[in-house]
């Protein structure tokens, strides 16, 4: 990554919410790759190479945005497996919160898109577990949009 690009992270990181445009649009999405990121305990960087791949064709092609994507996901997971007052319940009921505020952020949630990160998981019970938690969020996808 580009120095300039980390140095604005670093500025950005404290003053997130005034300076990204839809900053709770990326948080959010960025808490649905955490969550399936850190339920794997094996998880390697190649999923956050992935991030960044999806994140560019979300974006299309911005970097700066992709890359903040990216980063937010990864410092979600680093909190959740530090246990820094952040683990995988308070995770789901936090986009739980989240989709009751602003139902539109279903729509972001792309099952489809989600199950890459299954191919870089070779633990069967982990794999397992990443499974529920898709189909729990196309569950409450599905109960957002229909409300």
């Known amino acids: ?3 300039s690009f980390r140095l604005k992270h670093h500025f950005f990181s404290a003053f ?3 300076f990204v445009h839809h900053h709770g649009s ?3 999405r960025a808490k649905i790759f955490a969550l399936l990121i850190a339920a794997n305990e094996d998880a390697a960087v190649e999923n956050y190479v992935l991030i960044k791949n999806i994140a560019l064709e979300l974006y299309k092609d911005d970097t700066d945005r992709a890359n903040l994507l990216m ?3 990864k410092e979600l997971v680093k909190k959740v497996k530090e246990n820094n007052g952040l683990d995988i319940d308070s995770l789901v009921l936090n986009i739980q919160k989240e989709l009751k505020i ?3 952020y279903a729509k972001k949630i792309d099952i489809n898109t989600l ?3 299954l191919k870089l998981t070779y633990d069967n019970d982990t ?3 990443q499974e529920n938690i898709l189909e729990f969020l196309q569950k409450i996808k599905d109960e957002t949009l229909k409300g």
């Open 1 to 3: 990554m580009r120095f």
């Open 71 to 73: 980063l937010s996901s």
């Open 26 to 28: 990326l948080e959010f």
């Open 115 to 117: 199950k890459k990160f």
């Open 16 to 18: 997130r919410e005034l």
């Open 127 to 129: 794999l397992a577990y």
């Open 102 to 104: 602003v139902p539109r």
